[in-house]
């Protein structure tokens, strides 16, 4: 069984930090690309940052281009996100998601074949 599990988010002031975990189990872990996407409250889920250990390939969006570091630990099975000086608007539940091959749109939320259930970031202003 297939299996994501997001860790890591909470309330944090603006200008701080926080590092999510997704760990995976249930599938080659290598073959996969894992992302982390977010979904505001009557927003559209976006893609924030994904790692494709397969094609070697980082996505990251232009709203946490050097905020966030993606990196992955395929000893563990986890993939991490560092996220740094926060801001409010980076408020959302985060998910971690897994495309097998690896090789489609990273960005993309319908390439991706499974989904974890999510971890709220709350930034506080």
């Known amino acids: 069984e297939v299996q994501l599990v997001e860790s890591g988010g909470g309330l944090v002031q603006a200008g701080g930090s926080l590092r999510l975990s997704c760990a995976a189990s249930?599938?080659?872990?290598?073959?996969?690309?894992i992302g982390w996407f977010r979904q505001a409250p009557g927003k559209e889920r976006e893609g924030v940052s994904c790692?494709?250990?397969?094609?070697?390939?980082?996505y990251y969006s232009n709203s946490v281009k050097g905020r966030f570091t993606i990196s992955s630990d395929n000893a563990k099975n986890t993939v991490y996100l560092q996220m740094n000086s926060l801001k409010p608007e980076d408020t959302a539940v985060y998910y971690c998601?897994?495309?097998?091959?690896?090789?489609?749109?990273?960005?993309?939320?319908?390439?991706?074949?499974?989904w974890g259930q999510g971890t709220q970031v709350t930034v506080s202003s």
């Open positions: 998601a897994a495309m097998e091959g690896g090789d489609g749109d990273l960005d993309v939320p319908f390439e991706y074949d499974y």
């Open positions: 790692i494709s250990n397969s094609e070697g390939t980082i």
């Open positions: 249930g599938f080659t872990f290598d073959d996969y690309a």
